[in-house]
């Protein structure tokens, strides 16, 4: 299965991309995890994407580009990418790519949620620089306060998760990611989910909908 996950700022596309990892053994692909890694190491890339991602603006599409290339070069087997594409530009470039290996994707789940609900859930966001796996203050705690239940390492805030980049985020989700909703629907690949429900109910709707497209195929 090849899935992408669709949707603002705090849907809660990196969390259920890491469950679907775990259940169906589809390797995530995060794109603001990769950039994040890239600028702990000082890459060349993690230097040229450090302004935009502080900003809350869009990394350029020509670099996002070429870093999931490399990606699915290193790729076997199925994958779901959580924050790519973000623009046509880039949903163009995948469908080539992906013609190109003969793998077309499988499906696209957007996930739907409120201005207020996403905001809120960002600004209780806490995260694992280590792995990219997320808490939430209110919703989804860890066990200990600021450290992580499984390595027991500290837990982070991220810095574009302060309330003027977080907005700045969603209106760049508007103008820029939208439309890829019209993209995916012509293509008659797009399932919606509800990202306000719980995370069990959320991660149930979408393993429903990853059956149905393998019972399909
Ligand atoms: P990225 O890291 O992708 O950030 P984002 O799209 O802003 O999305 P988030 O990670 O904030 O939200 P999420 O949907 O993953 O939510 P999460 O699961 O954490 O991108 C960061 C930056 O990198 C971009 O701004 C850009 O600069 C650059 N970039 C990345 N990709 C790019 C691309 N393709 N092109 C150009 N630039 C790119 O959940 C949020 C919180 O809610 C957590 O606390 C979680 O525990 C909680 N939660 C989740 N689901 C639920 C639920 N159902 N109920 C209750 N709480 C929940
Ligand atoms: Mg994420």
Known sequence: MRV?????????????????????GLKQISTGDIL????????VLGRQAEGYMQRGELVPDTLVIEMIDHELERIRG?????GFPRTVAQAEALDRMLAGRHTP???VILFR?????????????????????TYNALTNPPKVAGIDDD?????????????????????????QTKPLIDYYGKAGKLVEVNALE???????????AICAEQARN
């Open 105 to 107: 994707l499988d499906a």
């Open 4 to 24: 992408v996950f669709l949707g603002p700022p705090g849907a809660g596309k990196g969390t259920q991309a890491r469950r679907l990892e775990t259940r169906f």
């Open 113 to 133: 949620g409120d201005r207020s609900a996403l905001i809120a859930r960002l600004g209780g966001r806490w995260t694992n620089p280590r792995n990219g796996r």
């Open 198 to 208: 719980s995370l069990s109910a959320v991660a149930e709707r979408i393993a429903s």
């Open 36 to 43: 994040r890694a890239h600028r702990a190491q000082g890459t």
């Open 78 to 82: 199925g994958f779901v990418m959580d």
């Open 151 to 175: 390595d027991g390492g500290p837990l982070i805030q991220r810095e574009d998760d302060r309330s003027e980049t977080i907005a700045k985020r969603l209106e760049v989700y508007d103008a």
